[in-house]
């Protein structure tokens, strides 16, 4: 059984993470901004920031595996990738393994492209957060060879506003948005989690993006 801290435990994403993993018997710290309303069982909560390096050793210390969920252009004032070296210095001192739960937009629609962010329909509102996600994602593929990483790409339709069906099922895609026969692309935040959990135990990813969806 792996250790997990979970930067952004109490959010939609990282809640389902969190609880998929205590599930199957995994131990599981959070941290966040603020302690839950409702916390789930089995999971210890913490208040702290991912851009506090005495945090960040404490989640080095503390976990085996590193799960970032949390905003990707706004967290506590910084964009995520400007935060990423703290996180990538503290996982290479612990020998840590670095997670995130990506956005969909830099996703490729098609093998060779382009981008979902960068089709005409994408939603101008939608951007800032998409770039900032897809910026990491560039930068985790610039680091050292001894980090060990994954990020996790879900469908275009994920969030607290469509949670969807748990299904207890999924398809990856690589770098290629997973899509359905009809060309709607959604994951449900349970299934999504179940993905995020099965690539902490097998390890089909290593230093990777994939996609998700149903």
């Known amino acids: 059984m792996s250790n997990l801290v979970i930067f952004g435990g109490t959010g ?15 131990t599981v710290i959070s941290y966040s901004r603020n ?21 960040l050793g404490h989640a080095g210390q503390d976990g085996d595996e590193i799960v970032v969920a949390v905003h990707g252009a706004g967290v506590d004032g910084q964009k995520l990738v400007d935060v990423l070296p703290k996180l990538v210095a503290a996982a290479l001192a612990n020998d840590v393994r ?7 937009g830099s996703s490729l629609v ?9 089709t005409p329909d994408f939603h101008e509102e939608w951007k800032a957060e998409a770039s900032a996600h897809a ?15 994954f990020y996790v790409s879900p469908a275009a339709l994920f969030g607290s506003f469509a ?5 207890g099922s999924y398809r990856t895609g690589g770098d290629v948005l997973v899509t359905k026969e009809d060309g709607s692309s959604e994951i449900s935040g349970t299934d999504f989690a179940l993905a995020y959990v099965d690539e902490i135990e097998q390890s089909r990813h290593p230093r990777q993006r994939f996609t998700v969806g149903h």
């Open 12 to 26: 939609y994403a990282g809640g389902n993470i969190a609880a998929e993993a205590v599930k199957r018997g995994h």
């Open 35 to 55: 302690l839950p309303e409702q916390p789930l069982d089995g999971v210890e909560y913490r208040t702290g920031s991912i851009t506090d390096t005495h945090v």
């Open 98 to 104: 670095l997670s995130f739960v990506g956005g969909a």
């Open 110 to 118: 098609a093998e060779g492209g382009p981008r979902l962010i960068d």
């Open 135 to 149: 910026e990491v994602l560039e930068a985790l593929r610039r680091t050292p060879e001894e980090l060990r990483w």
């Open 163 to 167: 949670p969807g069906e748990t299904t």
